[in-house]
């Protein structure tokens, strides 16, 4: 998990660079750049879980998540230069951290674990449809790579 976290902060530090670099032009780096800060800081969490109170080492890091497939959509639409409706995404993530905490402070676990597994899975699948949709995927090797990597996330438990 602590080796994932550092991937996520280089990863990060190299998209806000290369942001940086190609100036003002939208080509979703920012964005980009964010999620892999937040993967940063919720894979550490997830590392130190030992370390952490329950909250800092389990909440914080599972509510961060809802955040990250967002934040993912949100670079890839300007990457593609399209426009893709992020209210009923930012709603859908809201909605699930709600649930999560609710069930949380329910403690039924299962319940607040299948609500983050799902709201992910729909998020990243708006991901995939847009990779799909926008990029020459069939030729495009950056393509299929996001393809795989968004088919094998799935947040700790």
Known sequence: MFALSIFGAVMA????AFARSIGKRRSGLESWGLCMSLVSVT????SQRPL???????????????????????AYAQMFQVRAGQRGAIALAAIGALV???????????????????????QLGRVLLMILRYDDWR?????????ITIGRLRPPS
């Open 13 to 16: 530090v190299m998209a806000f």
């Open 43 to 46: 894979f550490l969490l997830y």
């Open 52 to 74: 952490l109170p329950s909250w800092a080492g389990v909440t914080l890091p599972n509510l961060i998540v809802f955040a990250m497939p967002v934040l993912a959509a949100h």
């Open 100 to 122: 999560f905490v609710a069930a949380t402070i329910a403690g039924s676990w299962p319940v607040a674990l299948f609500t983050v597994s799902l709201v992910t899975a729909l």
């Open 139 to 147: 030729r495009s090797n950056a393509s299929w790579l996001s393809i």
